[in-house]
RNA sequence: GGAGAGGUGCUGGAGUGGCCGAACAGGGCUGACUGCUAAUCAGUUUCACCCCAAAAGGGUGACCGGGGUUCGAAUCCCCGCCUCUCCGCCA
C-alpha cells in the first residue's frame, strides 16, 4: 500500500490525466473507499493496543497467582472482533491496490492533448522514399518468392501469424540482430540475455498487468506468461533493490522474442511480417536520476534512430499525444519506417519515459549521497524491431528481378551484399 | 521428479510461546581524542500505515509469502515460493 500516499497526494492531477487520455476512471469511489479504510483502520488500531496491554497484564497476573480468566475471556472476544475488522480492511486493501493499478501514467507537460493519433506530432523526418521504375511489391511476395520466408509451413507446425524464415531469410534476421546489438554496446549499452517467460509480478510491474492479460501467452495452470516484450525482464533486473546512485545512469540492450496475442487485431495487417504473434526485438533500457531522464530520453530516441540512417532506410519522429500514448508511459516517441509497397510510415520502434510509473510500480529505488533513497525513472524504446525492419529492407532494396540488395552496414554480417530474386510465389521443398 | 537441510535487520549470526524491533560481532553515520591514515571511546543506525491542521507526540503492523492455533507467535501447525546438499533425469 505505499503507493497510496502518493496517489491521494496527486489525485488531481491523475484526475486531468484521465480526461486527457479519454479514459473512465471512478474517483468518487477511491475515495470513498479510502475514507472507510481510514476509519476502520483507527478502529482496529484501538482494540490492537488494548490487547497488548492485556498481554502485558496477563503474565503478571499469573505470576502474582491471580485469576486471569476473567481477562482472558475478554481478550477472546476482542480477539473475534479484531480478525473481522482486518479481513474488511484487507478487503478494501485490495481494492484500492486493484484500483491503483489500473490507472495509468501522468503524461509529461509536453505531451500534446489529444484522444487519437490524429493529435500526434511529426518531430522530424530523415532521408527520402526510394525511387522504383517498377510498382514496388510488398515483402511478402518478394519473400517467399526468392525462398527466404515461408508462411504455409508456420501454419502447419503453429497456425496463423507465424512465420518461419529460411536460409538469408534467416541469417538476415541474425545479422539485423547482432548488427543492433554491437551497435549499442559501442554506445555503452550492457547486453542482457534474459528469460524469455516472466511472472505476474514482473509483468505487473511494468504495467502489463492487471490490465493487459488478454494481450499475452499465459502458460496454463501456472503464474508464468510469454514475454511480450523484454522491457518487462529488464525492468524485473533491479526489481525491489535500490541502486548506487553513482550508477545511474545504467544503460542495458536485450534481444529476444516477443509474443503477443494480438487479441483484437482480427483482419488487421494480416499479411506478411507486420503483425506476427512471435517477434524479435531489440530493447533498450536504461535507469536514470529523475533529474536527468528526458535528455536520456533524446538520446535514447538518437540511438534508435541513428541504426536506420546506418541501413539507409528513410524514416520520421512522431511524438504520441496522450490518448495515443501506452499506459505506463509520460512521454513517447514513435519511430515509422517507410514502406514502399504501402506508401506510407510504419512504426518500427517505440520509445518512453516512463518516469516513476514502473520504478513505483517494481520498487526500484536510488540512494543519493544525502537523504532519502528515491524511485529512478525507467526508460525504454526498441531498438529495433526486428521483423519490421527485416521487411523494410526487403521492401525498400527491392529490385525488378525481384532481388535485394544489402547495405553496407550489414553485408559483413549477412555474408554477402544481395539476396538473390526468385521466379515463382512458393517457397521450393 | 525423490530424500534431507534451511530462509531473521546493511552483512554475518543468536533467538523454540509473553521480559524480542530483535543478543553479539562487523559495516554505516555523528561526536570526542590522537600530526594524517589507522586505532580508541561515546552515541546512533529499518520501513509501512493510522490519529493529529502541521510540528511535537501517540498508536498499529512487519523476522520469505499466505492461512491457522492461542488472551498473546520470529518461535507451534498447514500451504506456497525460494536457496543449498545428495540421488534420478535431461539440452
Not at 493496543?49 to 482472558?72: F, H, M, T, V
Not at 538469408?168 to 554491437?182: I, K, P, S
Not at 529523475?290 to 538520446?299: A, Q, V
Not at 523494410?392 to 532494396?397: G, H, R, S, V, W
Request: a neutral charge; charged letters at 25%; hydrophobic letters at 40%.
Amino acid at each position: 500500500m505505499h503507493d497510496l500516499g502518493y496517489f491521494r497526494e496527486h489525485l488531481a492531477e491523475f484526475e486531468k490525466m484521465a480526461a486527457d487520455r479519454g479514459v473512465a476512471i471512478d474517483f468518487a469511489a477511491f475515495r470513498a473507499i479510502d475514507q472507510e479504510r481510514r476509519e476502520r483502520i483507527t478502529a482496529a488500531e484501538r482494540l490492537k493496543a488494548q490487547r497488548n496491554k492485556a498481554s502485558e497484564e496477563i503474565p503478571r497476573l499469573k505470576k502474582a497467582g491471580q485469576d486471569a480468566s476473567a481477562l482472558l475471556g475478554e481478550m477472546k472476544q476482542v480477539s473475534e472482533e479484531i480478525k473481522r475488522a482486518d479481513e474488511r480492511i484487507s478487503e478494501l486493501d485490495a481494492r484500492l491496490a486493484d484500483f491503483m493499478l489500473t490507472v495509468p501514467n501522468r503524461p509529461h507537460s509536453s505531451v500534446p492533448v489529444g484522444h487519437d493519433a490524429a493529435a500526434n506530432v511529426e518531430v522530424r523526418r530523415w532521408g527520402a522514399p526510394p525511387k522504383f521504375d517498377f510498382k514496388p511489391r510488398p515483402h511478402w511476395e518478394i519473400a517467399e518468392a526468392a525462398g527466404i520466408l515461408d508462411f504455409q509451413r508456420a501454419v502447419k507446425i503453429t497456425g496463423a501469424r507465424f512465420a518461419v524464415y529460411r536460409g538469408l531469410g534467416a541469417r538476415l534476421e541474425r545479422a539485423l540482430a547482432a548488427f543492433f546489438l554491437d551497435t549499442h554496446a559501442a554506445n555503452g549499452y550492457t547486453e542482457i540475455l534474459p528469460p524469455f517467460i516472466v511472472n505476474s509480478q514482473t509483468l505487473t510491474g511494468v504495467g502489463q498487468l492487471p490490465k493487459f492479460a488478454a494481450d499475452m501467452f499465459h502458460l496454463e495452470g501456472t503464474d508464468l506468461w510469454l514475454t511480450p516484450t523484454s522491457e518487462a525482464e529488464l525492468t524485473s533486473y533491479y526489481r525491489d533493490e535500490t541502486v548506487d546512485a553513482d550508477l545511474l545512469p545504467i544503460k542495458m540492450c536485450a534481444w529476444t522474442a516477443c509474443f503477443r496475442s494480438e487479441a483484437g487485431a482480427a483482419g488487421k495487417d494480416t499479411r506478411g511480417l507486420k503483425r506476427q504473434h512471435q517477434f524479435q526485438k531489440v530493447e533498450m533500457f536504461k535507469f536514470t536520476h529523475p533529474d536527468r531522464s528526458y535528455d536520456e530520453l533524446e538520446s535514447l530516441v538518437a540511438n534508435a534512430e541513428a541504426l536506420l540512417q546506418k541501413l539507409g532506410l528513410h524514416h520520421r519522429v512522431v511524438q504520441l499525444c496522450t490518448g495515443d500514448m501506452g499506459f505506463a508511459s509520460s512521454k513517447t516517441y514513435d519511430i515509422e519506417v517507410w514502406l514502399p509497397s504501402a506508401n506510407e510510415f510504419m512504426e518500427i520502434s517505440s520509445c518512453s519515459n516512463t518516469e516513476a510509473f514502473q520504478a513505483r510500480r517494481s520498487g526500484i529505488r536510488f540512494k543519493p549521497k544525502t537523504g532519502k533513497s528515491e524511485f529512478v525513472h525507467t526508460l525504454n524504446g526498441s531498438g529495433l524491431a526486428v521483423g519490421r525492419t527485416w521487411l523494410a529492407i526487403i521492401e525498400n532494396y527491392q529490385h525488378a528481378d525481384g532481388s535485394v540488395q544489402i547495405p553496407q552496414a550489414l553485408q559483413s554480417y549477412l555474408g554477402t551484399d544481395r539476396i538473390p530474386g526468385g521466379t515463382g510465389f512458393s517457397v521450393p521443398g
